[in-house]
């Protein structure tokens, strides 16, 4: 059995069967796209902010060949999450962190590639590379309209993680786009952020961002965090088969999320619960703020119940004010 093979029968055998191979080059052909966002100040904080890191594999691995890409499937289906309840927390933080798990497999599969006589070093997220267009030359999935990934079998709510191996290994091909004139996904994004091609006002980094301008307190329609709208909205979502990862089952705290709970969780209780999920990262008091948005929004008589004297963080405390001010006054 040839290296790809293998590669691909011991994934299989670990539940991943979405595995792509592509060259390990400079993505020179990206280099104007990322120029012209950074002109228009489009770039999203979390994006790396040198163009030359962004497009170069080779500071990962001096003498990369062949990078493979790997989609995790994580929605289990569970119909805990969704537009119209008082608060939800979208698909991809319900289960374990992302982090962590995908880096679990992703290591087990590097010591297989170094069984084989290789080299390889992993990659999850916290990377400068583009994850989505790596994987679109490895053929795994497309990118959409919503700029996501999409796989044929599970959709668009896989997690992406990568591999740069100095084996040498056959790749292969590209996969088009198949979006055709559907433009779902454009239409239902709340916030015009697809339209705009601007991140900064996708709903999903609103979430995560740390201050927020009072005119996004009223968008954030129950969101707790990430934002699901151009997903849930895509043709190919729609019959996308479920994830069998355990790692990615939703934690029942997040699936039916006690709000007033949550805007006045204490340390143990983020760290036993909402620290070991995917939206853990950006720490407690986003996730209180979150629910506090949501419970002003949709509470009659919330501040007969939360007082700001219930928050020690002054970061709190001023927003329980605006949105007295705002929802209440
Ligand atoms: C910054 C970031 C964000 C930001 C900005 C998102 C954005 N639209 O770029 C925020 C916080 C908003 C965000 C939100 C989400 N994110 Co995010 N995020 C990232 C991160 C860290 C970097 C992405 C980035 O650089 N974006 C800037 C744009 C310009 O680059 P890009 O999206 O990578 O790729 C574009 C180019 O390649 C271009 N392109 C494609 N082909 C070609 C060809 C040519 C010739 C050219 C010139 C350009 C071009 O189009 C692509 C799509 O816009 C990646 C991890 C990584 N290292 O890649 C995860 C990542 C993209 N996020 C991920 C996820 C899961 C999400 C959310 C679904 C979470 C949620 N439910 O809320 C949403 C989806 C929002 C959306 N519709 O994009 C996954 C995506 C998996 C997938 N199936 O696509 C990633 C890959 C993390 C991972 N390892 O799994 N995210």
Redesign the pocket.
């Known amino acids: 059995m040839d290296c790809k093979d293998s590669i691909k029968e011991y994934s299989r055998s670990l539940g991943l069967d979405l595995v792509g191979f592509s060259k390990c080059r400079r993505y020179s052909?990206?280099i104007?796209?990322?120029e012209e966002?950074q002109d228009s100040h489009v770039?999203?904080e979390?994006?790396?902010k040198d163009i030359y890191r962004?497009v170069d594999p080779f500071l990962y691995m001096e003498n990369g060949k062949t990078i493979v890409s790997i989609?995790f499937p994580y929605f289990h289906g569970t119909d805990c999450c969704g537009e119209g309840s008082r608060g939800y927390f979208?698909?991809?933080?319900l289960g374990t962190d992302?982090h962590g798990a995908?880096s679990a497999y992703l290591e087990k599969i590097c010591s297989h590639i170094e069984g084989l006589g290789g080299s390889a070093v992993h990659f999850?997220?916290?990377?400068?590379?583009?994850?989505?267009?790596i994987a679109?030359l490895s053929g795994i999935?497309f990118?959409g309209k919503?700029?996501?990934?999409?796989t044929r079998k599970y959709g668009?709510?896989?997690?992406?993680?990568e591999i740069i191996t100095d084996l040498e290994i056959e790749e292969d091909a590209p996969a088009e786009s198949c979006c055709g004139s559907c433009s779902c996904c454009i239409e239902a994004c709340p916030t015009g952020s697809?339209r705009q091609s601007n991140?900064n006002i996708?709903l999903?980094?609103i979430t995560?961002k740390k201050e927020l301008e009072d005119s996004w307190l009223e968008l954030l329609g129950g969101r707790l965090f990430?934002?699901?709208t151009?997903?849930d909205a895509c043709p190919f979502n729609k019959a996308a088969e479920r994830s069998k990862l355990e790692c990615f089952r939703p934690f029942d705290d997040l699936c039916r999320p006690d709000l007033e709970k949550l805007a006045l969780m204490g340390n143990a209780e983020f760290r036993k619960i909402y620290r070991k999920a995917s939206c853990g990262w950006r720490g407690k008091a986003i996730l209180q703020r979150n629910a506090l948005i949501s419970l002003f929004q949709n509470v009659r008589d919330v501040e007969d119940r939360i007082s700001e004297d219930d928050f020690a963080s002054p970061r709190l405390k001023d927003i329980y004010n605006r949105l007295l001010r705002i929802f209440k006054l």
Request: aromatic share 16%; proline share 6%.
């Open positions: 052909e990206l104007p796209y990322f966002r770039q999203n979390f994006e790396e962004r989609a979208s698909k991809y933080t992302y995908v999850v997220d916290s990377n400068s590379l583009p994850e989505r267009y679109s999935g990118i919503n700029n996501m990934l999409i668009s709510y896989v997690f992406l993680g697809l991140p996708c999903s980094y995560q990430g934002c699901d151009c997903q």
